[in-house]
């Protein structure tokens, strides 16, 4: 089986995202995973999305718009980018900010996706452009 693995910074919102929309759309038996370069540096690893709400009031405008895709990440938990967690992946996709990716990631064959912003302050518009954003990046993905 493929595996897929999305990476962004804390593992809260566009990694969570782009697994969804790849599990939903996919069409053969490959799987889509998430991780975040800096979880355990923010101290959220093993959290659940929904526990973070308290952290970054603005996620819950990611959750009301994945349910409109009949997406639901607020049960996903946060983990940490490993080697571990790389080693049996097919394809890697990365959309952390260069500054949070790690010197050891470079070993790994990565795509990078630019202009997919992490908004320290999220509100409703920022979160569903983003989505929409990544929902057409993910469907390039899987037509190639």
């Known amino acids: 089986m493929k595996k897929v693995v999305f990476i962004c910074r804390g593992n809260m919102f566009r ?81 952390a900010e260069r500054d949070f990716i790690p010197e050891w990631l470079n070993k790994f064959n990565y795509e990078y996706w630019e202009g997919i912003g992490n908004p320290d302050s999220l509100d409703k518009k920022t979160a569903e452009n983003i989505i929409e954003l990544i929902r057409i990046k993910v469907l390039k993905l899987l037509e190639n």
């Not at 990694?15 to 355990?40: H, I, M, P």
């Not at 607020?74 to 992946?89: R, Y």
């Open 15 to 95: 990694s969570q995202v782009s697994e969804a929309f790849y599990n939903k759309y996919k069409k053969d038996d490959s799987l889509a995973v998430s991780c975040g370069t800096w979880v355990r540096t923010e101290g959220f690893e093993g959290r659940v999305l929904s526990s973070l709400v308290s952290v970054y009031p603005g996620i819950k405008h990611v959750f009301i718009l994945m349910e409109e895709y009949e997406l639901d990440i607020s049960a996903s938990v946060c983990t940490q980018a490993t080697n571990e967690f790389l080693k049996d992946a097919d394809k890697i996709v990365v959309m």
